[in-house]
Structure formats: C-alpha cells, structure tokens
C-alpha cells in the first residue's frame, strides 16, 4: 500500500466520480482511485467518500493531514461527519454504523510521526453500534500490525464521546473536554485520533491532548501524531 502523503496527492488530484453509472456499494475494484459515490440500502440518497489509490478496495473514514480543521466538535458534527474528502475529515458515525451493522468490515490504520516514520494497525471485525447505542465501539476483532494494539484493551465497549456528550467511564474526567476530539474513550485514552493537532509533533506537557496512539509513541503522551488515516472494507473483499 503506498504511503499516506503519496495518497493523500493522487486523491486531491483526480475528479470526483459522481455520475450516475458511478455509483457503488463500497469501493470499486480497480487501479481507479479519488472521490467515489457509495450507495448503501440503509441511505436513501448516494453519499461520497474517498477510495485510496489501489485497488485494495479501501475506504477512507477518518483522516488528519494538518491543523487546518478542528476535530474539537459536537455530537453532530461526529454524526453526520464533518471537514472536506480531499485533506481532513471524518466521515460520519451513523454512515460507518450502517455500513458495519450487518457486513463484516475490517478496519486499517495508518500513522506517521513528525520524523516522517509510518506505522499501521489492522482489525479484522470493525463494529459499531447505532445512535441509541452511543455509537458504541462493539468489535474491533484481530489485531495485526505494527503500531501495536491501542483499541481492545482500552476502548473497545466504549461509548463515543465528543465535547457536549460524555460518555466516558471516568467519574472525576470529563474526557472529550480534556482530551479534544471525539473518541471512544474509557477513563481516558490509548488511543485518540481526533486529538488536537500539533505541528510540531508535541503536545503540552500538562494536556497531554494530541493525536495519539499509545502503543506507537512508547506511552508518552506528550508526542502528537501528524498523519492519520482509518479504513474500512468488507471483510469478504478478499475472501
């Protein structure tokens, strides 16, 4: 899989495909890539996302490039999702929640450092509940990768949580305040994807608030990831 720059240009670069003949159920098979039209029975009406560049099928649901856009946003916001396709955005919990209730998708994650170094980690069963259910986080499956694993442990059962819900399990934190970003925090966090950006990799010693994945950064909270990106496909992709 290429890199998350090297993706990030060739999506920016390419039309949006949104014709009528165009439209999919999930990334289509091919060296096509950019900004396809998906249609899944659960939404009435087509919705866009970003495929990456290969013919892996992946779809992107999440991605921080930069600092251009806050991540620091309401329980709609996070819902209906929020940013724009071709840099920094989150797609939406309701649209991931329809896409995973009743087809197994796995899930990839793509992280880069201030150095420029890159690591992944890959879940095999990505779930998560409706709205009723706080968009709880319900299976991530196996884990493999090389990022180490900083969802099961921590965040997995959890309920998302953004600056005007938490949902946390914290009794003296209010995690989504303290942290910024909605995550599924627990009493607080492994991992935060949707954490404020640092651009230059640190975040402030006593907020300990950036982009983090806890198992990559040896647990010292005070670095901040620079690149992001989540993926999902159904799991019978490559079966």
Not at 153 to 182: P, Q, V, W
Request: proline share 3%.
């Amino acid at each position: 899989m290429t890199g998350l720059k090297e993706q990030v240009k060739e999506i920016s670069a390419v039309k949006v495909h949104q014709k009528a003949e165009s439209v999919h159920e999930t990334c289509p098979n091919g060296p096509s890539s950019g900004i396809f039209q998906i249609k899944i029975e659960a939404i009435k009406e087509p919705f866009q996302v970003p495929c990456v560049p290969s013919s892996s099928g992946w779809m992107v649901i999440q991605r921080r490039i930069d600092g251009s856009t806050d991540f620091n946003r309401t329980w709609n916001d996070y819902k209906l999702g929020f940013g724009n396709l071709r840099d920094n955005f989150f797609l939406g919990l309701e649209k991931i929640h329809l896409m995973t209730k009743n087809q197994p998708h796995e899930l990839f994650i793509q992280l880069q450092d201030i150095k420029g170094t890159t690591s992944f980690a890959h879940y095999k069963d990505f779930k998560i509940g409706s709205e009723k259910e706080a968009y709880k986080l319900k299976s991530v499956g196996k884990y493999s990768g090389t990022a180490g694993d900083s969802l099961t442990e921590h965040h997995l059962n959890m309920k998302f949580s953004t600056l005007d819900r938490d949902n946390d399990i914290d009794e003296n934190r209010y995690c989504a305040d303290d942290l910024g970003g909605g995550w599924w925090f627990r009493d607080c966090a492994h991992s935060s994807l949707n954490g404020k950006y640092y651009a230059d990799g640190k975040s402030a010693p006593s907020k300990h608030d950036g982009i983090l994945w806890g198992s990559w950064q040896h647990y010292d909270y005070t670095n901040s990831l620079t690149r992001t990106q989540m993926m999902i496909r159904p799991t019978s992709y490559c079966s």
